[in-house]
Structures are given as structure tokens and as C-alpha cells.
């Protein structure tokens, strides 16, 4: 019998969260790592055994940890992130060089063919693959010298390299998403980049239409259709139909279009969720009302949905990485909120329940669909 | 017999319930302390110095003797009550943050 697994890290900790394939009762674990800042955990697609984790704190720093028997036993790997050759600088938030100095791992995404193989997006942008099972890891750096990397500039939260796509049909070509820089292709696995933001505009920098500069918070693709990929931007929801190249808007009528998640249903590659969030200086649901929107003509028309979800004083946000989709049929869809509560809906998105209420802030959630 | 107070977190982490307790010779500098130490528990590097700039992460903080030795140089040797086992060297994480 299937069932799902979700990993779920947070501001004091990460917790797993176990349910058989109808989704109905839910075990919690944890807290692992406690105290610990739990940027993000995520397991291989070809081993679920084997989990990686990025812990961290302000005092000690980095450390990755990593499960091989599916979140039972931990282990801490190499934690030595080391910029290729003399890093440089970027921008800092008044426009002055800024040397790049390496501050946590925001985000971790396993090989989609090798359990040995992850890739680390990391603050100040960068991005790391460790081929040993995160014991060394090598910076990928012709992304920060590819050429726009000194007019890079921090988001509010950090200049990080938050988001990894692997191309499924193409070994070769990974996207990330860099805040406030934009997103970069690469075709050579990793070798050479560049930007791919034709089409964004952003009133809130100097060239809205600029190459880099772009506050990218999520993008998100169907393994399907690598082609095309949805993105989140500070403000503004955008497709992409040519792997980047061009994008163009589909907030249509959604309430807000500033938040930070998007999704893709694991079975419909037009369907797509994102959490709208009242405005960059508001960071809660408008009218206090938490609700997923989620559109199934691939952008444009957004229905919200609101069953079972809180309809009044809700003021809670729903960061980059805490929402998710197991692979069940039908769809599961989770998400994670800074007031604690994980939320689950087994009908994709038509109705939702609370996992747990409590937990410290929510920062990543993951789903894992086990045989 | 060098003894070691680690904070809470990085005793969790390396998984020590109590002090830590070294081997180093006659002399002995806080560089070679934390050499020591990494060495011993190597889940332990990274989380006091930094590994590229071997500097003293910003909110750790060294203890001996009724002293403040975090901005001693790291090849001063230790005091000789600590060499002698007799006080504890403590790492201290900074009370900041909440």
C-alpha cells in the first residue's frame, strides 16, 4: 500500500510527517535537529531512503545532514562550501561591491538518476554538486562568472540561489532562481549559464525590463513538459513555453499576484497552485483570508480554494519552498505556513485539513509518495 | 588533559554529553585546541571557525580562567591552568537573537 511521506523543515527544526495513501490520519515526528534553522530536506527520486537536509544556525553555521534509511538515523556530511577561485562581489543594497560570502544552504535537490549525486542552492548565490553523497561539495561556477554576477543584488531575505529545476528529459540543462537576480539556464550541465528573464518587468528596479535584477521567488515545472515553467516573482505570476526564453504574465484575476510558492498538480500539467499574499509590505492573506488559488488552464483564470482553510484573521505567510504535491491519484497538495500548520488536502486542493497546528514557522515542505 | 565546554547545540551534534577531553602536548595553542577538536569530531568543523578563513565564527566566543580569549591569537598557547586540566576552555555561543 502506497503512502506519503513529508518533510517538513522549520525555524526551530524538521519534522516528518507519515500517512498511508489515503491521507487521512498523520503521524508526526520530530523535532530533528532541534533549535536548528531547517532551510529545506528533500529525498532522491530514485533512492526515498536516502534524504538530505540543510541545517543551520546564525552562531555555528551550516551543516548537512543526511538520512539513508528514509529519516530514521542522521548523519552529518561535508559542510565546506568554498566559492571557485577569488569569489568577487555582487552588489549590496546601496549598489557598492559587496564581496560574495557564503552564508547558508537555502535549498537542496538530489539527482533525479543518482542518490550519490545533489545539487546545493546556496546564499550568497551560488550553486554547489557534491557527486559523494554530500561529503565534498564543488561549486558550478561559471553561473556567478558567467558575467552578470557583479550587478547581482540581495532581496530583503539574502541573494540566494533558492530554486533547482533538473530537466527530466535532458540531463544536461538545469534552471535556478536566484533573489534578486533572476533565472539562469544552463545546457552544458552546469558548465556555462545565462540569464532567461526576457519578458519580466519589475517597476520596483531601475530598468524593469533589465536582463538580471528580476526578484524571482519560485519557479515550477511539470516533468512532463520541462519547456514550461511557472514562476512566482515578487510581484507578478509568469509562463514560460520555451524553456525560459520568453515569459508572459497569467496573474489574470487573481486577488494579489505577489507570494512566494507555485506548484504544479503532480497529473495535470496545467494545472498550477500558488498562495497569494496581500503585497510586499504585507506579507498575510488578503482580508485575512488564507486561500490556495489554483488554475487549470495554465494561468490566467484562478479559482480559489478555501475549504477547510481559515476564512478570517489569518495572517500567516506561505514561504517559497513550503508548498508541495505527492504523486497519488488523486493529487495530494500540502503546504506549510510561519504560524505552524501544515496543511493537506488528498483531493487536489478541493478541500483541506490541518496536519498539525503548532509547529515553529514553517520554512520548506517536500513530499515523498512511497511504494 | 585539556577540557573542553562545548554549547548545547554543538554537544547535541557531536553527540558528547559532557566536557570534551583532549590529549595535547606542553604548550599547546587554541589553533592546536580546535585543530584537536575538529579532528576528534569532525561534525564539529565549520561550526566554530570558519573552514576557508580559519576565523572564529562572529558569535562564538572562547572562556578560560575568568577570561575573554576570543580575540587572543590562535597561536598563543593556552593558559596553563587550562593545559593542566584544571579550569575548562569554554566555547560559547553569544547571547544575541532571541
Known amino acids: 500500500m502506497s503512502s506519503v511521506r513529508l518533510l517538513v523543515g522549520t525555524r526551530k527544526g524538521a519534522f516528518t510527517l507519515t500517512s498511508e495513501g489515503n491521507r487521512k490520519k498523520w503521524e508526526v515526528n520530530g523535532p530533528l535537529f532541534g533549535g536548528w534553522e531547517i532551510y529545506h530536506l528533500k529525498g532522491s527520486p530514485v533512492d526515498p531512503n536516502r534524504i538530505y537536509a540543510s541545517q543551520s544556525s546564525g552562531w555555528f553555521g551550516q551543516m548537512i545532514q543526511r538520512s539513508d534509511d528514509g529519516g530514521r538515523t542522521w548523519k552529518a556530511v561535508g559542510n565546506k562550501f568554498a566559492y571557485d577561485g577569488v569569489p568577487g562581489t555582487h552588489q549590496w543594497y546601496d549598489g557598492t561591491p559587496h564581496p560574495w560570502e557564503f552564508k547558508r544552504v537555502w535549498h537542496l535537490e538530489p539527482s533525479l538518476t543518482d542518490p550519490e549525486t545533489v545539487y546545493a542552492g546556496v546564499e550568497d548565490a551560488a550553486l554547489f554538486r557534491s557527486s559523494d553523497g554530500g561529503l565534498s561539495w564543488t561549486e558550478l561556477s561559471g553561473l556567478r562568472s558567467h558575467g552578470s554576477g557583479p550587478r547581482w543584488q540581495p532581496g530583503a531575505g539574502g541573494m540566494c540561489l533558492h530554486t533547482i529545476l533538473l530537466d527530466p528529459g535532458d540531463p544536461q540543462r538545469i534552471f535556478v532562481a536566484i533573489s534578486a537576480a533572476g533565472v539562469f539556464r544552463t545546457d552544458d550541465g552546469g558548465r556555462t549559464w545565462r540569464p532567461i528573464n526576457r519578458g519580466l518587468r519589475s517597476e520596483y528596479i531601475p530598468d524593469p525590463t533589465a536582463e538580471v535584477g528580476h526578484c524571482v521567488h519560485r519557479i515550477a515545472m511539470h516533468r512532463s513538459r520541462p519547456q514550461v515553467l511557472f514562476m512566482q516573482k515578487h510581484w507578478d505570476v509568469m509562463r514560460s513555453d520555451d524553456a525560459g526564453e520568453n515569459w508572459r504574465e497569467i496573474s489574470g484575476n487573481l486577488p494579489s499576484d505577489f507570494g512566494f510558492p507555485i506548484e504544479v498538480h503532480a497529473h495535470e500539467p496545467e494545472t498550477v497552485y500558488v498562495v497569494p499574499i496581500k503585497s510586499d509590505a504585507e506579507h498575510y492573506p488578503p482580508e485575512g483570508k488564507l486561500r490556495v488559488y489554483r488554475s487549470r488552464a495554465g494561468g490566467n483564470e484562478w479559482e480559489a480554494l478555501a475549504k477547510g482553510l481559515p476564512q478570517r484573521d489569518c495572517y500567516v505567510n506561505v514561504l517559497r519552498d513550503a508548498m508541495t504535491v505527492d504523486s497519488l491519484d488523486s493529487c495530494g497538495v500540502y503546504f506549510g505556513t510561519t504560524g505552524g500548520q501544515v496543511y493537506a488536502s488528498a483531493d487536489a486542493g478541493d478541500s483541506w485539513s490541518a496536519i498539525v497546528h503548532d509547529l515553529p514557522a514553517v520554512v520548506s515542505v517536500e513530499a515523498q509518495t512511497l511504494p | ?98
Do not use: K, W
Open chain 2, 1 to 98: 588533559m585539556i577540557r573542553v565546554v562545548l554549547p548545547v547545540h554543538l554537544r547535541v551534534l557531536a553527540g558528547v554529553p559532557g566536557e570534551l577531553t583532549l590529549e595535547l602536548g606542553p604548550g599547546a595553542t587554541l589553533r592546536a585546541l580546535l585543530d584537536a577538536i575538529e579532528a576528534s569530531y569532525p561534525m564539529l568543523r565549520g561550526t566554530i571557525r570558519d573552514q576557508v578563513t580559519q576565523r572564529r565564527r562572529d558569535l562564538v566566543r572562547f572562556f578560560a580562567c575568568a577570561r575573554d580569549l576570543s580575540n587572543e591569537p590562535p597561536d598563543h598557547p593556552l593558559p596553563d591552568l587550562v593545559l593542566a586540566g584544571t579550569e575548562p576552555f569554554f566555547i560559547v555561543g553569544a547571547i544575541a537573537g532571541g
